[in-house]
Each structure stands twice: as structure tokens, then as C-alpha cells.
């Protein structure tokens, strides 16, 4: 599974001065210490790969054999992993199932005799970065370790702008969208709503007396309340709908490709869940207060509105309607 001891020797002697020259180039460049871990049940190929890794300023462990490979990864986190392809016991394929099993980040390359390319090109159909291949060529090993930690770190980072952007997104009480993200969904699905030809409909929901709630249990109560509603109006409409805390005690809905007499239907749908009358007792987490009631004004475009503003308008002012009359009500907006 090596080359000929002669040329394995050869090759460990061959990067020591360039290796030391290089120590921390990798480290100093981006601040990152890249944990790497080595495997092969020869433990001159583990030892020469240690102290060439180690050189470039990352932070290497080895293991004799799969097995012990497999321990290692599931008492410990990798960025990459470097395994030889075939070892008795666990190969490289059970080493690199392994590891993506647990990390799906984390970049595996395999090592393998010249002779056996074809394997490692199999290999890397089922996730494996990339190969190298033995007898060692040095150049080689570092430019295909750099690229797997390189391609690592821009997978790490376009997942943190991913959580971030999601973050700047959502409400921190409720954890539906907030009212900036809103108003960015709403010209969105205005625009698609415009191109296909298809309606949108957007409720308006207020919870009624949610300041008696507070003046009476607390304002810790009033959060619960408003948590609560939240995760049922979520639940209760399609995936393909938007729900959004507009602000202090209202939610806004859109329901995307959804008429006005449809959408009139699921305002009435959720008031009564939201009051209880229209749903078992276990489908929401048990709560004390049983009289929440919601008011909803309805409007859709294009029907009632020609734009963004002036359809967020009249389901508000049909919400200010529907809480005249004493709340718990679903007002339509009319034209």
C-alpha cells in the first residue's frame, strides 16, 4: 500500500527543508488551524503525511486502521480527513461514509496505489474530494489539501451568511418573519403574482385584549401568548405561505395564489383555531389561558389594491373594522 521502502524514505527526506520553510504559511494566512486526520495501517506512510501536514501549520492526528479511524471521528470533530483506500477491516469507503455521516462538511481524500486510480475516481462518486496517489508526489498533496480546506471554509462561510441572513429575518420572540423581511416577501410575491397572473391575498391578524393578558398574568404571559399564536398561525397554513410579525400584538399572512373568497375562508378557519373551537386540545402545548381570540382584515390583490402599500393599507384598515365591532371577527376589505 506504499511504494517501495527506498522511495517512501526518499519522499520523507525530500520535504523536510521545504516543509519547515512553509511551517506556518498556511496557519498566518488565514488564522484557522486546520484539524486533520491521517489514516493508513502503515505507520510510516501515517508518520510521513504527520510531519508534512504538520509543516504547512495544521494540526495533524493519525490512526492504524479504519477502525480505530471510525473511533476517532465520533469522540472528535475534522475538517479533513485522509485516508487510505484499502486497509484490512475498515476500509476507506467505511472511513469516508463515516465521516460525512457525522460531518457532511467535513472533506475527505483518499490515498492509493498508481495502479488503483480508477478506484480512488470511483471513491470520489460517493463524496470523496479527491485522491492522491503513492508512491507521494509532495507538490501534489499540498495543492489538493489546500483546495479540500479551502472548498471547507467557503462551504463554512456560505452556510454562516446563510444562518445570518435567516437570523436578520426572523423575529426573536416569535420566530416568524419579521416586519423588515415582510415587507421584502410581500413586493417578492407581488412581482411573481404580476408575471404568472396569479392572485395573493394578505391577512392582517390582531390578538384581541392581549393587554388585559399582560396587565393580569404579566407581560411574561403576553409573550407566551403571542408565541403561541405564532407557532399556530405557522402551522396552520402551506409552506408556500408567508406569516410575519408586523408588529407588538399583529401578525400579517400572505397567502400566496390565493383568491379573496379563499382567503376570507382560511381567516375564519384560523380565528376559530386560535380560539379552540375548531381543533382538538392537544393539537397546541398545554396553556392556561383558553379565551384568545384574534381579529383579521382580509384583502387581496390585485382585487382590492394595485400595489404593495395600498393592499398592507386596506387589510389594516379592514383589521381596524373587524375590531370595531368588538374583536373575534374576520372583516373583508370592500372596495
Not at 91 to 112: H, N, Q, S
Not at 281 to 296: A, F
Amino acid at each position: 500500500m506504499v511504494g517501495p521502502p527506498g522511495e517512501v524514505e526518499e519522499v520523507v527526506r525530500a520535504p523536510t527543508e521545504d516543509a519547515e520553510a512553509s511551517a506556518l504559511s498556511t496557519e498566518e494566512g488565514s488564522g484557522f488551524l486546520t484539524k486533520i486526520l491521517v489514516v493508513d495501517d502503515e505507520e510510516v506512510v501515517c508518520r510521513f503525511l504527520e510531519k508534512l501536514l504538520e509543516g504547512g501549520g495544521h494540526d495533524v492526528h493519525i490512526s492504524l486502521g479504519g477502525q480505530d479511524a471510525i473511533v476517532r471521528l465520533e469522540e472528535d470533530s475534522f475538517d479533513l480527513v485522509i485516508t487510505d483506500l484499502k486497509m484490512p477491516g475498515v476500509d476507506g469507503v467505511g472511513v469516508l461514509r463515516k465521516a460525512k455521516e457525522l460531518d457532511p462538511l467535513c472533506e475527505v481524500i483518499v490515498i492509493t496505489a498508481y495502479a488503483s486510480v480508477e478506484s480512488a475516481v470511483e471513491v470520489m462518486k460517493v463524496g470523496a474530494y479527491d485522491y492522491i496517489s503513492k508512491p507521494f508526489n509532495i507538490d501534489h498533496i499540498r495543492l489538493v489539501v489546500d483546495k479540500a480546506i479551502e472548498k471547507r471554509r467557503l462551504l463554512q462561510a456560505a452556510g454562516e451568511r446563510d444562518f445570518y441572513k435567516r437570523l436578520s429575518q426572523i423575529d426573536g420572540l416569535t420566530e416568524a418573519y419579521n416586519r423588515r423581511a415582510f415587507d421584502e416577501l410581500l413586493k417578492a410575491e407581488i412581482a411573481r403574482s404580476d408575471r404568472y397572473r396569479r392572485p395573493l391575498s394578505l391577512l392582517m391578524v390582531d390578538l384581541d385584549h392581549l393587554k388585559v393578558v399582560n396587565d393580569t398574568f404579566g407581560h411574561q404571559a403576553g409573550d407566551e401568548v403571542l408565541r403561541r399564536v405564532a407557532w399556530l398561525l405557522k402551522r396552520s397554513v402551506r409552506n408556500c405561505d408567508i406569516v410575519a410579525r408586523y408588529g407588538g400584538d399583529e401578525f400579517a399572512v400572505i397567502l400566496v395564489e390565493t383568491g379573496k373568497m379563499d382567503a376570507i375562508s382560511a381567516a375564519h378557519r384560523l380565528g376559530r383555531l386560535v380560539q379552540g373551537t375548531d381543533r382538538a386540545r392537544d393539537e397546541l402545548p398545554p396553556r392556561e389561558d383558553r379565551g384568545v381570540t384574534i381579529s383579521i382584515g382580509v384583502a387581496s390583490y390585485p382585487t382590492d389594491a394595485g400595489g404593495r402599500e395600498e393592499l398592507v393599507e386596506k387589510a389594516d384598515h379592514a383589521l381596524y373594522e373587524a375590531k370595531a365591532e368588538g374583536g373575534n371577527a374576520v372583516r373583508p376589505t370592500s372596495l
